[in-house]
T-cell receptor
Framework: QKEVEQNSGPLSVPEGAIASLNCTYS??????FFWYRQYSGKSPELIMF????GDKEDGRFTAQLNKASQYVSLLIRDSQPSDSATYLC????????????FGRGTQLTVWP | KAGVTQTPRYLIKTRGQQVTLSCSPI?????VSWYQQTPGQGLQFLFE???????NKGNFPGRFSGRQFSNSRSEMNVSTLELGDSALYLC????????????FGPGTRLTVL
């Protein structure tokens, strides 16, 4: 059974700060890594995906992957109150390609 | 391009009944996956369909079943509903399936009384 663990949170940061969200996974065969944002009462929205070791930047978001350490993170720069949501880490690959394993999520609050 | 659509958005059923949920993926996407989300268990994978074939199945009882049509639309059926089936059911669409990006629909909120 694959496991995906996220820092439990909740995480609270002031507006303009950097929010750092972390995720570890148990299956070394995992190949694809995703970050979803879920607002209360809404469905998850894909905000980042990364397949290779290193950093991937998209606007204010940076995903970092370290397969040797089985670790993936999401940095949100210049955090805004509208970033307040639950962030879900998801992992896919290995023998169960096609299904996503989700962490329980980290709730982020950005206060003005 | 239109997103993933799910119908109905809300559903109330009683124990023992059955229910069918529908999902229309993004145009051109051939993979549809279904997930159950509850406060206690989080997001859990039910099954994935690609070109009308079930490719993956999660650890749910046989009461949960699905199918996919030639136009990639998918349905999920739950028979003999139990109180614990109350959840948000999410469908996710992917162009290539496998480990590639999946895009979620708005979900169907099922309440079992």
């Amino acid at each position: 059974q694959k496991e995906v663990e996220q820092n439990s949170g909740p995480l609270s940061v002031p507006e303009g700060a950097i929010a750092s969200l972390n995720c570890t996974y148990s299956d070394r065969g995992s190949q694809s890594f995703f970050w979803y944002r879920q607002y209360s009462g809404k469905s998850p929205e894909l905000i980042m995906f990364i397949y290779s070791n290193g950093d991937k930047e998209d606007g204010r978001f940076t995903a970092q992957l370290n397969k040797a350490s089985q670790y993936v993170s999401l940095l949100i720069r210049d955090s805004q109150p509208s970033d307040s949501a639950t962030y879900l880490c998801a992992v896919s690959g290995g023998s169960t390609l096609g299904r996503l394993y989700f962490g329980r999520g980290t709730q982020l609050t950005v206060w003005p | 391009k239109a997103g993933v659509t799910q119908t109905p958005r809300y559903l109330i059923k009683t124990r023992g009944q059955q229910v069918t949920l529908s999902c229309s993926p993004i145009s051109g996407h051939r993979s549809v996956s279904w997930y159950q989300q509850t406060p206690g268990q989080g997001l859990q994978f039910l099954f994935e369909y690609f070109s009308e074939t079930q490719r993956n199945k999660g650890n749910f009882p046989g009461r949960f079943s699905g199918r996919q049509f030639s136009n990639s639309r998918s349905e999920m059926n739950v028979s003999t509903l139990e109180l614990g089936d109350s959840a948000l059911y999410l469908c996710a669409s992917s162009a290539r399936g496998g480990g590639h990006e999946q895009f979620f629909g708005p979900g169907t909120r099922l309440t079992v009384l």
